[in-house]
């Protein structure tokens, strides 16, 4: 397998959104952990998708989450996660549209009936893909301290 996928990921400070993604920024796989046992999470997706880097928002708790990042022995790039929360909520509902009367209440006034970690994340991983490199853009590289 070659290392080609690259893994999104939204820290929180109880649970984490990641997504695995392709190359063309299409996702392989989502979800939403919590911040418990992340070293096994990142490390199975790690086997199963051949990563080849990681894209860690820069924001709530990302210390604790990079070093749980840092075993899997990755190149890191910290990656601005500003409106992410916002765009995550399009995310969702442009997969999830509302149906029956919620179609006629404008989705800017709904809340998705569940966290959207995981669609912060997609878009952290496309921002990282969309930089064209580690020290371009709204991405670096994280060295060490």
């Known amino acids: 397998m070659t290392a080609e996928a690259v893994l999104g990921v939204d820290?929180?400070?109880?649970?984490?959104?990641?997504?695995?993604?392709?190359?063309?920024g299409s996702v392989l796989d989502q979800g939403i952990a919590p911040n418990e046992g992340l070293a096994d999470r990142f490390a199975a997706l790690a086997a199963d998708y051949g990563l080849a880097a990681v894209a860690l928002g820069h924001g709530t708790n990302v210390r604790p989450v990079r070093v749980a990042l840092e075993g899997l022995g990755?190149?890191?790039?910290?990656v601005d996660?500003?409106?992410?929360?916002?765009?995550?909520?399009?995310?969702y509902f442009a997969d999830h549209p509302p149906r029956g009367w919620r179609r006629l209440v404008p989705r800017s006034l709904q809340l998705p009936p569940r966290p959207i970690d995981d669609y912060a994340a997609i878009l952290i991983g496309r921002r990282y893909l969309d930089s064209g490199s580690?020290?371009?853009?709204t991405s670096y590289l994280l060295g060490p301290e």
């Open 74 to 78: 990755l190149p890191i790039a910290l």
């Open 81 to 91: 996660e500003r409106e992410t929360t916002l765009r995550a909520r399009e995310l």
């Open 134 to 137: 580690p020290g371009r853009g």
């Open 11 to 24: 820290p929180g400070t109880r649970k984490v959104g990641y997504a695995v993604l392709a190359r063309d």
